[in-house]
T-cell receptor
Framework: GQQVMQIPQYQHVQEGEDFTTYCNSSTTLSNIQWYKQRPGGHPVFLIQLVKSGEVKKQKRLTFQFGEAKKNSSLHITATQTTDVGTYFCAGRNAGGTSYGKLTFGQGTILTVHP | DVKVTQSSRYLVKRTGEKVFLECVQDMDHENMFWYRQDPGLGLRLIYF???????EKGDIPEGYSVSREKKERFSLILESASTNQTSMYLC???????????????FGEGSWLTVV
């Protein structure tokens, strides 16, 4: 079945440093979504990428979808303590059912030291 | 705002007990999901439902069953709880993608289940 691998599993940074997490799918995706889970909270939707090579920005966050639609990345510039949490990618298989089933990566736990 | 409500935030159950986790969403979404979250394993799909009385197995359905008698409610059932089912359980809902709406998944707050 479809697998979505996410690396790294953990990332510790000093406040102000940049951070990147990478997501790779074993199959071609129709779209990919990113979620953030604050400590003790539940995952919250950040963004969806649909087009090959798509790049979207949200303030200090930059999301990319690969040309082959099998990988994606999230880059945070100049991290802040409010960025702490677990970041998940979630991909939907191209050609699969349209019922909304997503496969999540394992998540990257980001710690930011002030 | 979409609200997905899980009935219990924290539960402690004994091995062999039957456990019900209830979830209600208020946005008339067609799709509902149950995930479990474990450290290092991310979110794994247990079951999902795309319509009332319809259900599909996810990636890890063993030891679980579900019920969807009404559109807004999706229940997860552990017929005989075991210690390896200690985890956080997340309910979620989303609109049907075939209608063209944005198919974001909205999560509940989670239910922490400990089986002793």
């Amino acid at each position: 079945g479809q697998q979505v691998m996410q690396i790294p599993q953990y990332q510790h940074v000093q406040e102000g440093e940049d951070f990147t997490t990478y997501c790779n799918s074993s199959t071609t995706l129709s779209n990919i979504q990113w979620y953030k889970q604050r400590p003790g909270g539940h995952p919250v939707f950040l963004i969806q990428l649909v087009k090959s090579g798509e790049v979207k920005k949200q303030k200090r966050l930059t999301f990319q979808f690969g040309e082959a639609k099998k990988n994606s990345s999230l880059h945070i510039t100049a991290t802040q303590t409010t960025d702490v949490g677990t970041y998940f990618c979630a991909g939907r298989n191209a050609g699969g059912t349209s019922y909304g089933k997503l496969t999540f990566g394992q998540g990257t736990i980001l710690t930011v030291h002030p | 705002d979409v609200k997905v409500t899980q009935s219990s935030r924290y539960l402690v159950k004994r091995t062999g007990e039957k456990v019900f986790l209830e979830c209600v969403q208020d946005m008339d979404h067609e799709n509902m999901f149950w995930y479990r979250q474990d450290p290092g394993l991310g979110l794994r799909l247990i079951y999902f439902s795309y319509d009332v009385k319809m259900k599909e197995k996810g990636d890890i359905p063993e030891g679980y069953s579900v019920s969807r008698e009404k559109k807004e409610r999706f229940s997860l059932i552990l017929e005989s709880a075991s210690t390896n089912q200690t985890s956080m359980y997340l309910c979620a809902s989303s609109p049907n993608t075939r209608t063209g709406f944005r198919n974001t998944i909205y999560f509940g707050e989670g239910s922490w289940l400990t089986v002793v």
